[in-house]
């Protein structure tokens, strides 16, 4: 399409949606004017209402600031809490177990899979030893 504008790919690959975006003002009864990035300064601000999507926020996967220690290079170190979960996957002729891991920061859905030898490798402290002395 002639004078169609398209943001950074073309054909299918490009993309439907740009945002969140805050809204400004109420431009008439259905059109929205937004405040753009820079970047998008070609474009007219004023939207209408059926160009927009309404942004939902999910709510169980905003982490609390005050539990993130972030460092001056932007990134935290991730720290195991518990081991939730333990399997074992049969690959042909091997056996490969794995521990489910809860995270410091984190909540029990964003829990992952991790390779058991690599975590007792690493955070022996979270394998207590069940042997017992006779």
């Not at 300064?41 to 926020?57: E, M």
């Amino acid at each position: 399409m002639k004078g169609l504008m398209r943001f950074g790919k073309k054909g299918k690959l490009s993309r439907r949606y740009v945002g969140p975006q805050k809204i400004l003002k109420r431009v008439g009864k259905v059109a929205y004017e937004l405040e753009l990035p820079t970047e998008l300064a070609a474009v007219h601000p004023v939207f209408h209402i059926s160009l927009l999507k309404k942004c939902v926020g999910d709510l169980a996967s905003i982490v609390p600031l005050e539990s993130v220690a972030v460092k001056d290079s932007l990134t935290y170190e991730l720290v195991p809490v518990d081991i939730l979960d333990r399997q074992v996957c049969r690959l042909r002729n091997k056996e490969v177990a794995s521990v489910k891991v809860l995270w410091r920061s984190q909540s029990v859905e964003g829990a992952t899979w991790e390779a058991e030898a690599a975590m007792k490798a690493k955070y022996p402290h979270l394998f207590p030893s069940y042997s017992t002395a006779a």
